[in-house]
Nanobody, 123 residues
Framework: QVQLVESGGGLVQPGGSLKLSCAAS????????MDWHRQAPGKERELVAQ???????KYADSVKGRFTISIDNAKKVVNLQMSSLKPEDTAVYYC?????????????????WGQGTQVTVSS
C-alpha cells in the first residue's frame, strides 16, 4: 500500500515563511509526479505546484515567485517552501502523487492523496 504523509503546516504571520513536506511510503518503484493542492473554505481545491521525477515544475500564477517545490527522489519526499505568505494562502494543503508501485509480481500505478495539513496566515 502506498501512503502520503504531510507535515509542516501551522500558523504564520503575513509575510512569513513555512515549509511543507510530504513523504511517500510503500513498495514504490517510481514517483512520476508529486503535487501540492490547497482548498480554502467555500472554495474548490486548486493545484498550487507540481514537480516531476525529472525535476520539471509548474506553479499556479498566484504563488509564482513565492513558493518553491522540490523533490528528493531517493527519500521520496516532496517539499513546498512558501514565503511572503498572504492571508489568502490560508487553506488546507494536500499532497498528491502519481506513483508506480509493486505488489507481488505486478506493477501498478496509483494516484493518491495525503490527509491534508492546515496553513493559516494571520496576524
Amino acid at each position: 500500500q502506498v501512503q502520503l504523509v504531510e507535515s509542516g503546516g501551522g500558523l504564520v504571520q503575513p509575510g512569513g515563511s513555512l515549509k511543507l513536506s510530504c513523504a511517500a511510503s510503500g513498495s514504490i518503484r517510481r514517483i512520476n509526479t508529486m503535487d501540492w493542492h490547497r482548498q480554502a473554505p467555500g472554495k474548490e481545491r486548486e493545484l498550487v505546484a507540481q514537480i516531476t521525477n525529472a525535476g520539471s515544475t509548474k506553479y499556479a500564477d498566484s504563488v509564482k515567485g513565492r513558493f518553491t517545490i522540490s523533490i528528493d527522489n531517493a527519500k521520496k519526499v516532496v517539499n513546498l517552501q512558501m514565503s511572503s505568505l498572504k492571508p489568502e494562502d490560508t487553506a488546507v494543503y494536500y499532497c498528491n502523487a502519481d506513483i508506480t508501485y509493486t505488489r507481488g509480481q505486478g506493477v501498478y500505478n496509483i494516484n493518491t492523496w495525503g490527509q491534508g495539513t492546515q496553513v493559516t496566515v494571520s496576524s
